[in-house]
């Protein structure tokens, strides 16, 4: 069974950093791109940036390119997505995705809020 | 980037109903769309891929159709547990986007 679990969210302060993970199991994680998946608090969806299956390429909403980074593991099945200098607007749900012919799976999803 | 936008935000149908939802895109996307489908509190599922291939274990009586620049979810007979919000999403050209969603209620 695929199965994607996000961790690492929480509350943090504005202008700080935080850095997400996501498990996978259930598949060959170094055989798929994969991609990060915001939702706001007001349900609007954000493609963040995604992975190639071995972690050479990586593409990113040009809004958060400067803040955000995508990386993985292979050996040990985690994706990751770094954030820094949050702000407000990056309170959300992040999901891990995995994409094949669209976005197969998907992870629970992790909150992030950011307030002072 | 590229915009799309659903239409309605809100649909209010009957159990059996015929419901026909919209993804219209600010240009031509090759018909590289998807639609997913979120219920409260659950993270998004895919639905069709490539506009109109049933992603598999969902049910027929979802189907997908479109080109150029216009998109529709077509729910053949409504069931109570279609209640959700759904999303249509491009990957035509990046950065990717999704539309802001239809929410699917029952009369």
């Known amino acids: 069974e695929v199965q994607l679990v996000e961790s690492g969210g929480g509350l943090v302060q504005p202008g700080a950093s935080l850095k997400l993970s996501c498990v996978a199991s259930?598949?060959?994680?170094?055989?798929?791109?994969m991609s990060w998946v915001r939702q706001t608090p007001g349900k609007t969806m954000e493609w963040i940036g995604d992975?190639?299956?071995?972690?050479?390429?990586?593409n990113y909403a040009p809004s958060l390119k400067n803040r955000f980074t995508i990386s993985r593991d292979n050996a040990k099945s985690t994706l990751y997505l770094q954030m820094s200098n949050v702000r407000s607007e990056d309170t959300a749900t992040y999901y891990c995705?995995?994409?094949?012919?669209?976005?197969?799976?998907w992870g629970q999803g992790v909150m992030v809020t950011v307030s002072s | 980037d590229i915009q799309m936008t659903q239409s309605p935000s809100v649909l209010s149908a009957s159990v059996g109903d015929r419901v026909t939802l919209s993804c219209k895109a600010s240009?031509?996307?090759?018909?590289?769309l998807d639609w997913y489908q979120q219920k409260l509190g659950e993270a998004p599922k895919l639905l069709i891929y490539?506009?109109?291939n049933l992603q598999t274990g969902i049910p027929s009586r979802f189907s997908g159709s479109g080109s150029g620049t216009d998109y529709t979810l077509t729910i053949s007979s409504l069931q109570p547990e279609d209640v959700a919000t759904y999303f249509c999403?491009?990957?035509?050209?990046?950065?990717?986007?999704f539309g802001g969603g239809t929410k699917l209620e029952l009369k």
């Open positions: 490539f506009t109109n």
């Open positions: 259930g598949f060959t994680f170094s055989d798929y791109w």
């Open positions: 999403f491009q990957y035509n050209s990046g950065p990717w986007t």
């Open positions: 240009q031509n996307i090759n018909k590289n």
């Open positions: 992975i190639k299956y071995d972690g050479s390429y990586t």
């Open positions: 995705t995995r994409w094949e012919r669209g976005f197969d799976y």
